[in-house]
């Protein structure tokens, strides 16, 4: 579904990554546009086999520039998200094909708003041991390694810093995604090799869903 010619296009994009060489090539870049919207439209279809997806969106290949000392006008990707339907369902799915075995698939909260940091860091302070049952299942390991983040660099206000589960508590982000060489991606398999691995964070999601649709007594709060 993705061809070479597509990771072909990014990786001249990159080298020449001006206004006046995109223009030359913008044929190119919309064949390489409409096969990524393929492997979009797939992946959301096989996802509602087994989830509910509210919406699929492509990102933009123009780069805001506006506060970046890059003034590099496109971006080196196609990468697309999908939305989980309701407020039960909580976590994103995200895809983005880049050549030189930069394609990852994964998910999870990239930006977490400021009530559901809180609430997932009161979680972790309790108890942790969900979190880490699914993030040492083989099957997560396997696809993804490990759970990824940024960390902060002291406990966050009202937390001890001494705390055994503040490796947890400090995370200001919670995600996981799985690379995948440029062979991996051309190649037949690469569809379904991308719906296994949303597959496969499926755990995190519906754990994370419980954790922010209730309170600290497992009382619903939707």
């Not at 990786?11 to 096969?35: C, G, P, Q, S, V």
């Not at 909580?90 to 940091?117: C, H, M, N, Q, W």
């Not at 902060?152 to 705390?163: I, Q, T, V, W």
């Amino acid at each position: 579904m993705i061809n070479r010619a597509t990771l072909d296009f990014l990786r001249e994009l990159r080298k020449h990554n001006t206004r006046e060489w995109f223009a030359e090539h913008k044929k190119d870049y919309e064949m390489a546009r409409k096969e990524f919207s393929k492997l979009i439209d797939v992946s959301a279809d096989e996802l509602n086999l087994t989830d509910v997806i509210e919406s699929k969106k492509i990102f933009r290949i123009n780069r805001d520039v506006r506060f970046s000392k890059d003034k590099s006008p496109y971006k080196n990707n196609l990468s697309g998200f999908f939305t989980r339907a309701t407020a039960a369902r909580r976590g994103g799915y995200f895809l983005s094909v880049e050549p030189e075995g930069k394609t990852i698939v994964g998910g999870g909260f990239y930006a977490p708003e400021k009530e559901d940091l809180l609430r997932i860091r009161k979680e972790f302070e309790m108890d942790t041991t969900e979190i880490e049952k699914i993030t040492a299942d083989k099957n997560f390991v396997n696809h993804f390694g490990k759970m990824r983040g940024e960390f902060l660099k002291s406990a966050p206000r009202d937390f001890d810093k001494e705390h055994p589960n503040i490796k947890w508590i400090n995370m200001k982000q919670l995600y996981a995604f799985r690379e995948f060489t440029d062979d991996e991606v051309i190649a037949e398999s690469f569809p379904k090799e991308v719906i296994r691995t949303f597959l496969a964070i499926r755990p995190f999601f519906d754990y994370m869903s419980d954790v922010l649709t209730t309170d600290l007594n497992g009382e619903s709060i939707l």
